[in-house]
């Protein structure tokens, strides 16, 4: 049997209560012997996650944590907390980045927003069209829609 085809017979043994406890909170079956996309993103999923615990945390220009953030600031204070280091800027953690085609975006990918050739502002991908980021003076650490095209992705590698 592979390892596919056990993974009805462990949600059977594991019960509909536990299979829906662990959609409920975001959890995962681990199946011995079967590679995962999940775990080849471990360092974005865990930058997501802090991004996500810095909720309502205040903008602050120039702050990079672990109270008060801006844009670039936040990234690079989950990317730290995951454990990989980027540059300061929004511009230079494009540049440090390995560019990505939107539709092949996933979650824990940095999101760039640009006028013309300039960036001037970065959140990272939470799925589904939305972003975690620092927005601007006087907001807060929020989830958010991504409002414009004018975006360009990159994967933290």
Known sequence: MTA??????LMARAGTASALTLAAVGGSIAVPGLAT???AATLATKALQVAASKK???YRYGATGPRSFDCSGLTLYSFKKAGKSLP???AQQYN?????SAGRRRAGDLVFFHSGS?????????GHGKIWHAPRTGD????????TRSVWYGRVS
């Open 140 to 147: 807060v650490v929020r989830l958010q829609k991504i409002w």
């Open 88 to 90: 300061r800027t929004a």
């Open 96 to 100: 440090r980045t390995h560019h990505i």
């Open 37 to 39: 996309d999940a775990s």
């Open 4 to 9: 596919l085809n056990r993974v009805p017979s």
């Open 118 to 126: 300039y960036v001037y502002h970065v959140g990272i991908y939470a």
């Open 56 to 58: 309502g945390s205040p």
